[in-house]
């Protein structure tokens, strides 16, 4: 046995970690690919490039896109092209963590370890309290950003709930028009 856990025997806790795991997994899913959207559709910065943060991928996005209108038998190999832009993205925003413990290695130290079928000899020493401020930060805004939006989704559903309450009364409006038909007022109409 490896590990805290003996995944042979069933236990409860574990199972419940485990689907933790899943659910955090599929929500910064969602906040990613929400923000990466939001990103490339409003050209925000998204490589740094020195000290300021150019918006690469839209521009790279836009151009393929005119360049996909032009040639429209290229669709399958951009699509292709689209699922390995997206990995190299991912990665390209895990290195970007604060956290030395978050980051991986780069296309590069792949790239290089194919071509020369060895990994480069570096080693990551991480000091004690690396980055904390920065990673304090980060998880601080994280946390509020979750706390926000589930403040807002409940807000929402409140809303939701008052609409469909007022929307399922029987609502009867009575409208007394004056009028100069004799028979209007007998209810019989002819």
């Known amino acids: 046995m490896y590990g805290n856990h003996n995944e042979d025997h069933?236990?409860?806790?574990?199972?419940?970690s485990?689907?933790?795991?899943?659910m955090e997994l599929k929500r910064f899913l969602l906040y990613a690919i929400g923000d990466s959207i939001t990103s490339l559709v409003t050209w925000r910065g998204q490589v740094?490039?020195?000290n300021a943060y150019l918006p690469i991928y839209s521009l790279v996005s836009f151009l393929g896109g005119i360049f996909i209108?032009?040639?429209?038998?290229?669709i399958p190999g951009c699509f292709f092209l689209t699922i390995a832009w997206i990995m190299l993205a991912s990665m390209q925003n895990r290195l970007q963590h604060?956290?030395?413990?978050?980051?991986?290695?780069?296309?590069?130290d792949y790239f290089l370890m194919l071509m020369n079928e060895e990994s480069p000899?570096?080693?990551?020493?991480?000091?004690?309290?690396?980055n904390h401020k920065e990673i304090k930060k980060y998880e601080t805004n994280w946390e509020h950003r979750m706390k926000t939006d589930l403040d807002a989704s409940w807000k929402e559903w409140e809303l939701q709930k008052l609409a469909d309450k007022i929307g399922n009364e029987d609502?009867?409006?009575?409208?007394?028009?004056?009028?100069?038909?004799p028979l209007g007022k007998t209810g019989t109409n002819l």
Not at 10 to 16: E, F, G, H, S, V
Not at 18 to 22: M, T
Not at 171 to 181: L, Y
Request: glycine residues 2%.
């Open 121 to 130: 000899k570096r080693r990551t020493v991480v000091k004690k309290m690396e």
């Open 98 to 108: 604060p956290s030395p413990w978050h980051k991986t290695n780069s296309f590069t």
């Open 18 to 22: 485990y689907v933790n795991e899943i």
């Open 69 to 74: 209108i032009e040639r429209p038998h290229l």
């Open 171 to 181: 609502m009867n409006t009575e409208i007394k028009r004056k009028t100069a038909d």
């Open 10 to 16: 069933y236990d409860i806790q574990l199972l419940r």
């Open 48 to 50: 740094k490039v020195g």
